[in-house]
């Protein structure tokens, strides 16, 4: 396991890699395309109004919405200036502006004094939130890259780990078969997402190949179509995979789900010890099932223990 | 555990098939075996990890191995390294 960590991209960077999806237009402060992001936080504008907020930190991003833009075109002249000067702070890395209207004016010509540029979009607010945020949490985020298998069982991200021999990529093309979606094989790159998930996906370079014994390297997406497939997916359950030991002793009744630390947060883990003979992609699929259950709040063991209990204290002495 | 620095010297570097025959190569070994290259470190048994490090000419990776055959296994390694693969250049 290793940790990987950009310091920082340029506005220039950011724009072409949303460019894909967000249609956008730079109105001013061209000369500071080359301005560094350095923070993956989106500020928001409450900081302009209130004084309660911290100010921004050195290379953030400022998001100004529509409906904040539409306060702005009804202050005053003087507040207007007032809060143009809060705007643009050396700090700020570049502006954008969910609105269809070129701004006022004066937003322009302090954008251009001050070299931090101005970015219209004209796509809606959350498509464009979710697309600026995901590149900037993929590039600037804590990153790590691990040996293992990240599949997206019924909907639940799980990662699968357990010593390389030990079948992990044969069980997730079973896996596949049954109609999941692979997002990485062997090797699963993890960052960390504003709200503090883990996201795990996959090297651009080996996305959705897989390499199977006897088989070599076969590119999923092209055999199974695209709904055998995922770009990322955060995790949700780790199962790990172990060599069935006779002289260990293993828990049978799975009172209560074990966790696993992974970059700092805790996962729910079910360890499932692997045996000839034994159907693995159906103890996977079973053990998502068994997770979701839990998650709701149902244990058939504690319901067998209940009855028992019960039974003992009417029938016993 | 040894840990080792190596050059790739062979033209094309740790390209697919050169990349298949370090999986061979350490998969004779009993030993946990991983490279490191450019803050990436993979398995040197798994093929597609040793691909995502597209480790071209002249770079500098470092071979980890631990376990009971760890010497073998890392002077294997290099012997591989070093006769380019089996390329010419």
């Given at each position: 396991m290793?940790?990987?960590?950009?310091?920082?991209?340029?506005?220039?960077?950011l724009?072409?890699?949303?460019?894909?999806?967000?249609?956008?237009?730079?109105?001013?402060?061209?000369?500071?395309?080359?301005?560094?992001?350095?923070?993956?936080?989106?500020?928001?504008?409450?900081?302009?109004?209130?004084?309660?907020?911290?100010?921004?930190k050195n290379?953030?991003?400022?998001?100004?919405?529509e409906?904040?833009?539409?306060?702005?075109e009804?202050?005053s002249?003087?507040?207007?200036?007032k809060?143009?000067?809060?705007?643009?702070?050396?700090?700020?890395?570049?502006?954008?502006?969910?609105?269809?209207?070129?701004?006022?004016?004066?937003?322009?010509?302090?954008?251009?004094?001050?070299?931090?540029?101005?970015?219209?979009?004209?796509?809606?607010?959350?498509?464009t939130?979710?697309?600026?945020?995901?590149?900037?949490?993929?590039?600037?985020?804590?990153?790590?890259?691990?040996?293992?298998?990240?599949?997206?069982?019924l909907?639940?991200?799980?990662?699968?780990?357990?010593?390389?021999g030990?079948?992990?990529?044969?069980?997730?093309?079973d896996?596949?078969?049954?109609?999941?979606?692979?997002?990485?094989?062997?090797?699963?790159d993890?960052?960390?997402?504003?709200?503090?998930?883990?996201?795990?996906?996959?090297?651009?370079?080996?996305?959705?190949?897989?390499?199977?014994?006897?088989?070599?390297?076969?590119?999923?997406?092209?055999?199974?179509?695209?709904s055998?497939?995922?770009?990322?997916?955060?995790?949700?359950?780790?199962?790990?995979?172990?060599?069935?030991?006779?002289?260990?002793?293993?828990d049978?009744?799975?009172?209560?789900?074990?966790?696993?630390k992974?970059?700092?947060?805790?996962f729910?883990?079910?360890?499932?010890?692997?045996?000839?003979?034994?159907?693995?992609?159906?103890?996977?699929?079973v053990a998502?099932?068994?997770?979701?259950?839990?998650?709701?709040?149902?244990?058939?063991?504690?319901?067998?223990d209940?009855?028992?209990?019960e039974?003992?204290i009417?029938?016993?002495? | 555990?040894?840990?080792?620095?190596?050059?790739?010297?062979?033209?094309?570097?740790?390209?697919?098939?050169?990349?298949?025959?370090?999986?061979?190569?350490?998969?004779?070994y009993?030993s946990?075996?991983?490279?490191?290259?450019?803050?990436?470190?993979?398995?040197?048994?798994?093929?597609l990890?040793?691909?995502t490090?597209?480790?071209?000419?002249g770079?500098?990776?470092?071979?980890?191995?631990?376990?009971?055959?760890e010497?073998?296994?890392?002077?294997?390694?290099?012997?591989?390294?070093?006769?380019?693969f089996?390329?010419?250049?």
């Open positions: 290793n940790r990987q960590h950009n310091i920082f991209i340029t506005v220039e960077e724009l072409k890699h949303i460019g894909e999806k967000i249609e956008f237009e730079i109105i001013g402060g061209k000369k500071g395309l080359k301005n560094q992001i350095s923070s993956y936080h989106i500020l928001e504008p409450d900081y302009l109004v209130s004084n309660l907020r911290e100010k921004p290379g953030e991003v400022l998001l100004l919405s409906r904040y833009m539409k306060i702005f009804n202050f002249p003087l507040k207007k200036i809060l143009l000067k809060k705007i643009f702070l050396e700090e700020i890395s570049c502006v954008f502006l969910i609105q269809q209207n070129e701004p006022h004016k004066k937003f322009i010509s302090m954008a251009n004094y001050h070299k931090i540029p101005v970015i219209i979009i004209k796509s809606p607010l959350k498509e939130i979710e697309a600026i945020s995901l590149y900037l949490t993929k590039t600037l985020s804590q990153h790590q890259r691990i040996h293992g298998v990240m599949m997206d069982i909907g639940v991200g799980v990662l699968i780990l357990g010593d390389s030990i079948g992990k990529s044969e069980n997730a093309l896996l596949v078969m049954r109609g999941h979606r692979l997002i990485s094989d062997d090797i699963v993890l960052y960390e997402s504003l709200n503090g998930e883990i996201i795990a996906t996959s090297p651009e370079l080996t996305r959705y190949h897989m390499e199977i014994r006897g088989l070599g390297i076969i590119n999923i997406k092209e055999l199974f179509g695209i055998a497939t995922g770009d990322n997916k955060k995790i949700q359950l780790i199962i790990e995979l172990e060599i069935w030991d006779e002289k260990k002793e293993y049978r009744l799975i009172w209560s789900m074990k966790t696993k992974i970059m700092d947060k805790e729910p883990i079910i360890k499932i010890p692997v045996a000839p003979g034994r159907n693995l992609s159906a103890i996977i699929e998502v099932r068994v997770f979701l259950l839990r998650q709701m709040g149902v244990n058939p063991i504690i319901d067998i209940k009855r028992l209990r039974w003992n009417n029938n016993g002495e | 555990m040894i840990e080792k620095k190596l050059k790739i010297i062979n033209k094309l570097g740790l390209h697919a098939r050169a990349s298949s025959k370090l999986v061979q190569t350490a998969n004779r009993t946990k075996i991983t490279i490191i290259y450019n803050n990436s470190e993979v398995n040197a048994k798994s093929l990890g040793l691909l490090l597209a480790a071209a000419k770079s500098e990776i470092i071979i980890k191995a631990e376990g009971t055959d010497d073998k296994a890392i002077k294997a390694i290099e012997k591989l390294i070093e006769k380019k089996g390329e010419k250049e």
